[in-house]
């Protein structure tokens, strides 16, 4: 029987057709297992990276009764920061962090010299097809659920907080686009 890790990882080849990524692995600051952050480069198109975690689910959190989350990011940018700063959110804030659909991460500064943006808002991630985010298999009660984090910028993060992320996700802003200006 295959391990845990083993059929998350066989989950990300399948979904990914099979592309070499890259593993960059956090230093762990408590009693679990490191986070890794896997790294595609060129997904889904050119000139985009996409950087999935892989040991946020390890830690265990009271809201996580149906499945637990990895997180998923992807931007326009050769930036490593980008998925790189997934792996310190995963490690820093697994198990006290429910990454509920909606809440907001902040950062309180640059996550890269390439953009103004300092912080996060969590939703479904929008390169995956619900059948390739929700519900993964990993021989555990428990499913993995990937989690989106889109970067956003402060005036954004106060936006969301005061009207909700429909009224945020209609504003016509691109996901991927580390560059663009406040839409607010």
């Known amino acids: ?21 890259r593993f960059f692995p956090f230093e762990g600051s408590r009693d679990l297992p490191r986070v890794t952050v896997v790294v595609y480069d060129d997904v889904p198109e050119p000139g985009m990276l996409t950087g999935i975690t892989y040991g946020v689910s390890l830690a265990d959190h009271p809201h996580w009764r149906l499945g637990k989350p990895e997180l998923c990011i992807s931007v326009r940018s050769d930036d490593l920061r980008w998925p790189l700063v997934l792996g310190h959110i995963g490690e820093t804030q697994r198990g006290d962090n429910p990454f509920h659909y909606g809440d907001t991460i902040n950062l309180g500064e640059r996550i890269a010299p390439d953009s103004e943006m300092t912080a996060f808002v969590i939703f479904a991630p929008a390169v995956l097809d619900r059948a390739d985010f929700a519900d993964i298999n990993v021989g555990e009660t428990r499913p993995i659920n990937i ?20 009224a945020f996700w209609q504003l016509g802003w691109d996901p991927y686009d580390v560059g663009r200006p406040s839409v607010v």
């Open 147 to 166: 989690c989106g984090l889109y970067p956003i910028h402060e005036a954004e993060r106060l936006f969301i907080h005061d009207h909700g992320l429909e």
């Open 1 to 21: 029987m295959p391990t845990r890790v083993e059929q998350f990882f066989s989950h990300l080849d399948y979904i990914s057709g099979g592309i070499e990524p």
